[in-house]
């Protein structure tokens, strides 16, 4: 079993950066690799960023590509999604996820979930 836990999240003007973290405890690396999705009101989780724990392979959907940044501190069994440039559109509830299965953009493939944080970007 896993756990985890997600912080970092806030108010930011268009423009502004953010950093999420996402500690693991328990047994992370009995997965194979983590990921980042958000939920904006009225729309479904959808995909932002995904890294394995081992080779640190990472995939990113297009909408974030150039301005986010996912990484790893395997020694900490934490996560990080760097956020740049960050526009009012990417206003959400960021969720960390672990997976046991292969590099996947599906909350389907997902087995282990944080409770989210907010982050709110004002133009």
């Known amino acids: 079993q896993v756990q985890l836990v997600e912080s970092g999240g806030g108010l930011v003007q268009a423009g502004g950066s953010l950093r999420l973290s996402c500690a693991a405890s328990g047994r992370p690396f009995s997965f194979y690799a983590m990921g980042w999705f958000r939920q904006a009101p009225g729309k479904e989780r959808e995909f932002v960023a995904t890294i394995t724990w081992g080779a640190g392979i990472t995939y990113y959907t297009d909408s974030v590509k150039g301005r986010f940044t996912i990484s790893r501190d395997n020694a900490k069994n934490t996560v990080y999604l760097q956020m740049n440039s960050l526009k009012p559109e990417d206003t959400a509830v960021y969720y960390c996820?672990?997976?046991?299965?292969?590099?996947?953009?599906?909350?389907?493939?997902?087995?282990?979930w944080g409770q989210g944080t907010q982050v709110t970007v004002s133009s």
């Open positions: 996820a672990a997976t046991r299965n292969v590099v996947s953009v599906s909350a389907l493939d997902y087995d282990a």
